[in-house]
């Protein structure tokens, strides 16, 4: 069974309201551990799973990967992990121009991007990108607690 905490996938912010989408295809969330973290992950997929698409994790935590199908009975066949390692300006460009080409292809049900920073106009790219592919894409950001 899937936590329902207050921070889970149900109370993330949903963007791309102006691109006139009935469906919200670009949502963030915040979450403070990895437990939470997985929990997200595990949702995520089990929307997706009748799907005959992948999931793709950009920059997952391993951990909470690897409880996915230990804690939580996911299938983790129809899951691809990529991992940017190098975080210079240009190499997030680089990300960004390939992660918007695969929203806007639809090979994936869903694009899941852990930890990472974008400014107001490229989270418009996303939604426009996710929007075009039919593709849902979720921005889900680490936060510690104080």
Same mark, same amino acid.
Not at 41 to 52: G, R
């Given at each position: 069974? +899937?936590?329902?905490?207050?921070?889970?996938? $149900?109370?993330?912010? *949903?963007?791309?309201?102006?691109? %006139? /989408?009935?469906?919200?295809? +670009?949502?963030?969330?915040?979450? %403070?551990? /990895?437990?939470?973290?997985?929990?997200? #992950?595990? #949702?995520?997929?089990?929307?997706?799973?009748?799907?005959?698409?992948?999931?793709?994790?950009?920059?997952?935590?391993?951990?909470?990967?690897?409880?996915? !199908?230990?804690?939580?009975?996911?299938?983790?066949?129809?899951?691809?992990?990529?991992? #940017?390692?190098?975080?210079?300006?240009?190499? $997030?460009?680089? !990300?960004? &121009?390939?992660?918007?080409?695969?929203?806007?292809?639809? *090979?994936?049900?869903?694009?899941?991007? /852990?930890? =990472?920073?974008? &400014?107001?106009?490229?989270?418009?790219?996303?939604? @426009? =990108? =996710?929007?075009?592919?039919?593709? @849902?894409?979720?921005?889900?950001?680490?936060?510690?607690? %104080?």
């Amino acid at each position: 069974m +899937l936590n329902t905490k207050a921070n889970n996938i $149900n109370t993330i912010k *949903n963007i791309g309201d102006d691109f %006139h /989408s009935k469906e919200n295809w +670009l949502q963030q969330a915040q979450v %403070h551990n /990895s437990s939470e973290l997985s929990n997200q #992950y595990a #949702y995520i997929c089990q929307q997706h799973k009748q799907d005959k698409k992948w999931v793709l994790f950009i920059n997952p935590e391993e951990s909470s990967i690897e409880q996915l !199908a230990k804690t939580h009975g996911i299938d983790v066949s129809k899951i691809l992990m990529v991992n #940017y390692k190098n975080q210079t300006k240009t190499r $997030n460009k680089i !990300a960004l &121009t390939q992660i918007t080409t695969v929203l806007s292809k639809g *090979n994936c049900s869903a694009v899941i991007l /852990s930890n =990472a920073e974008f &400014t107001h106009k490229e989270v418009k790219q996303l939604a @426009q =990108a =996710a929007n075009f592919g039919r593709t @849902q894409c979720v921005v889900i950001k680490k936060q510690l607690l %104080h």
